[in-house]
Structures are given as structure tokens and as C-alpha cells.
Nanobody, 121 residues
Framework: VQLQASGGGFVQAGGSLRLSCAASGRTISGYAMSWFRQAPGEEHEFVAAIGRSDAVTYYTDSVKGRFTISRDDAKNMVYLQMNSLKPEDTALYYC???????????????WGQGTLVTVSS
């Protein structure tokens, strides 16, 4: 499956953005889907994951209550709604697909190109 993230941009602290991840090549219904981010000079950081059934979600502590991950298998899309953004959320955001829910970047099966989110103070 090929993944392409979009929706990034420049926003002031406290603002909102909605990231989208478009999948092609095969359906995402058989995958757990995740979002990661990478700030300059840092490793990939897990942000959120959603299981094959969208009843199961998991977030890193720093985004709980502010970010929401969702999926629409009929459209082959995954989303990340980001509210109350903070300057420390500034990063390249990537979507990833894997056979099971995991917070580790390298254990996913495929990754998309990132979309840049910049949050000003």
C-alpha cells in the first residue's frame, strides 16, 4: 500500500489542523494505521494509532485530549484532527500502516511521505 499525507501548514498556537493520509494500491482495512512525527534532529515519535476496527485507538500522552485519529476504510483514508496546537507539535507528520497496532516506527510495513506542521507561539 502506498501512503500520502497531506494537510500540514502554518498555524498559531491554539489553532487546529486536520491531516489526511490517502492510501492507494490496496485497501487499508487489513491494517492498523498510525501517525508519527519527526522534529528537526529528532527520531520519529509515535503520535497515534487506530486498530483495524476503529473502536481501538491509542495516543502518546502529550497529545491525549487534543488529537483524534480516525479512519474511513471505504475511502481508504486516515485522518488526524489536531486541536489546541502547541509550538512543540511542530514536526513532519507521517502516516504508517502495519499488521498490528505498534508504537515503533520500524515495525510498520509501509510509510508515507510527511506533511509539515509548523505551530508558532
Amino acid at each position: 500500500v502506498q501512503l500520502q499525507a497531506s494537510g500540514g501548514g502554518f498555524v498559531q498556537a491554539g489553532g487546529s489542523l486536520r491531516l489526511s493520509c490517502a492510501a492507494s494500491g490496496r485497501t487499508i482495512s487489513g491494517y492498523a494505521m498510525s501517525w508519527f512525527r519527526q522534529a528537526p534532529g529528532e527520531e520519529h515519535e509515535f503520535v497515534a494509532a487506530i486498530g483495524r476496527s476503529d473502536a481501538v485507538t491509542y495516543y502518546t500522552d502529550s497529545v491525549k485530549g487534543r488529537f483524534t485519529i480516525s479512519r474511513d476504510d471505504a475511502k481508504n483514508m486516515v485522518y488526524l484532527q489536531m486541536n489546541s496546537l502547541k509550538p512543540e507539535d511542530t514536526a513532519l507528520y507521517y502516516c504508517a500502516a502495519g499488521g498490528r497496532m505498534t508504537t515503533t516506527w520500524r515495525t510498520h510495513d509501509c510509510w508515507g511521505q510527511g506533511t509539515l506542521v509548523t505551530v508558532s507561539s
